[in-house]
């Protein structure tokens, strides 16, 4: 017991390492993640659930870089719920450029105002990703939120909130962390730098591990949402694939209703 209490306090602070496969290593962190956080996915699921049976709009939020990511993954996906709003920046994303992305999320008060613009109010559920959950932008989205009286679920990772000194420059000027705003903390467990492979004799480490799990974090989110809202006796408004034969139909009328809305529908 002893060892394995040594091993999960250093674990994923090994990584990036030389003797895993990438396939190797993603069922580690899925299994870890599900091991972990299963517990977290049904809360998760019972916020959002109770969110969308009573009405409202799930927003998504992503705070810069590919963080953005996750935030697509949940937007108009066949399978998907079409009760969410993403408050997607295209300015603030990679698609005008990743050293632009990494400049405006460190602007103090720039991610304040984009929650007022997605007009966040009392008792919505706003989910906040980001990985390292130290900097402006994220912290300025969270603190908004809460403010706002909106429940938040933050996803992000633990490991990058303990390790980063105080005074580091990427920091948001209060110092918090995002798993220590929010009302539901999800851990991905990224590890610093996000890459777990090193290849003998090349200098950097690759094959960031992010993308992985915070896909599955976001299916396992919306796998127990469904199963919440079913046991509810709600049926959860999914979309159906558009290239499937009948799909434009059968997402017509969730197109008319929410039209107006969504505001990146």
């Not at 008060?109 to 559920?125: E, N, P, T």
């Not at 950097?204 to 006796?233: A, F, H, N, W």
Request: hydrophobic share 35%; with cysteine; net charge negative.
């Amino acid at each position: 017991m002893k060892n394995l209490k040594n091993f999960d306090k250093q674990w994923p602070r090994n990584y990036p390492v030389s003797d895993k496969s990438f396939l190797e290593i993603c069922k580690e962190f899925l299994d870890k993640i599900e091991e972990r956080q299963a517990e977290n996915f049904v809360k998760a699921g019972k916020i959002m659930g109770d969110n969308m049976m009573a009405g409202g709009l799930i927003k998504l939020v992503g705070t810069g870089g590919h963080t953005y990511l996750p935030v697509l993954d949940m937007s108009h996906r066949a399978g998907g719920f079409v009760t969410v709003n993403p408050t997607l920046d295209v300015s603030s994303s990679p698609i005008n450029g990743g050293t632009r992305s990494i400049r405006l999320e460190r602007v103090q008060g720039y991610f304040r105002a984009l929650m007022d613009y997605f007009r966040v109010k009392k008792d919505d559920v706003v989910v906040i990703f980001n990985n390292i959950g130290v900097n402006a932008g994220t912290i300025d989205a969270a603190l908004e939120c809460k403010e706002r009286g909106a429940t938040v679920i933050g996803v992000g990772s633990s490991i990058w909130q303990e390790d980063i000194p105080v005074d580091h420059y990427t920091r948001h000027e209060s110092k918090k962390n995002l798993m220590d705003i929010v009302d539901l903390f999800i851990d991905d467990y990224n590890p610093i730098g996000d890459t777990v492979i090193k290849i003998e004799g090349f200098d950097r480490s690759i094959c960031p591990i992010s993308t992985v799990t915070d896909g599955y974090i976001v299916r396992r989110m919306e796998q127990e949402t469904v199963k919440y809202m079913l046991s509810k006796g709600s049926k959860p408004i999914i979309w159906v694939s558009a290239n499937c034969e009948g799909g434009d139909d059968a997402n017509a009328e969730y197109e008319e209703e929410y039209w107006y809305k969504v505001k990146m529908l």
